[in-house]
């Protein structure tokens, strides 16, 4: 039997059964063999025949989300909401769309209902926050993390995410206390222990901002955060071969070595005997960030005094 056949005959017989599941598993199959055209298609189909099935119509946003198909986006967002106005996953599904085209405040209007919906899920107020604080909203992703807090006291990413809205309104202090919690709700977690020594470095709180790098590493060898806060953090200790190390790790650990090549230039620029290498790393760090200014500030120091 020819499988084209087979399952245009699968997808008609759902479509008259109304079996969105179905149809679901049969626009999934599409894409997995790559024919997305086809699997839009469909699914335009049965929005048409079945718009009480808002699972379809979550669908095809996904889909004309991730092919930035935003005019069709758009018209089919507005005709969902008006059949099914109090369906959460639906507005969650908007705000992810919004969200990857920076759409800040429809982005986060959208997760605002998905939330209000969904009381019980904490994933709606942690997009919300993030939107929050890519429109330099911050004192309102604090304001509705905090709320959501008294409803989910033990949520470790609702705390971490109220750290990281601390650090954007320069309240590494309270940032830290975030941390804390979130690792002691999730010990396992490594990516909090990088936060929480992050924080603690910001704070200058440099002995436990190097013990707690070290923790994370024995977690996690290959980690460019923790080598870094590790490396930092012992420079300012006045342990030099700690800190080499460490920014020398930092490279090594990175997918893309250029940040922490300028963190061990401008390491390497305070030693007299290693400037050559030093301006080396600098320069391969200003090429690939232009606007890292304490970067190019110190490049240009060094090529002044060597001229």
Known sequence: MDPDHDLEDRFHEALAEGAASEILRIADELQ???EFRRSRELLKQAWAALPTEP???????????????????????KQALAAHPDHGELYFTMGCGYEARRDWPN?????????????????????MARCYRMAR??????????????????????????????????????????FERAVELQPDWGPYLDDLAGSLMLCERWPEAARVAQLSLTKRKQNERAWTVYAIAHNKLGNPKFAEQGYRNAIRAARNPSRARGNYGLFLAKLPERLLEAVRLLREAQEAHPDWTEVSEKLELLLEADG
């Open 107 to 127: 982005a986060w209007r959208a997760f605002s209902h998905a939330a209000r919906l969904a009381p019980e899920e904490v994933e709606p107020v942690l997009r």
């Open 137 to 178: 909203k911050t004192k309102d992703a604090i304001g509705i993390l905090n709320k959501s807090l008294r409803r989910h006291p033990r949520s470790a990413p609702l705390r971490a995410a109220l750290g990281y809205a601390y650090i954007q309104d320069e309240q590494p202090t309270k940032a830290v206390r975030c």
């Open 55 to 77: 699972r379809i119509a979550e669908r095809l946003l996904e889909i004309h989300s991730r092919y930035h198909k935003w005019t069709e986006f758009d018209a089919l967002a």
């Open 32 to 34: 997995r063999a790559s």
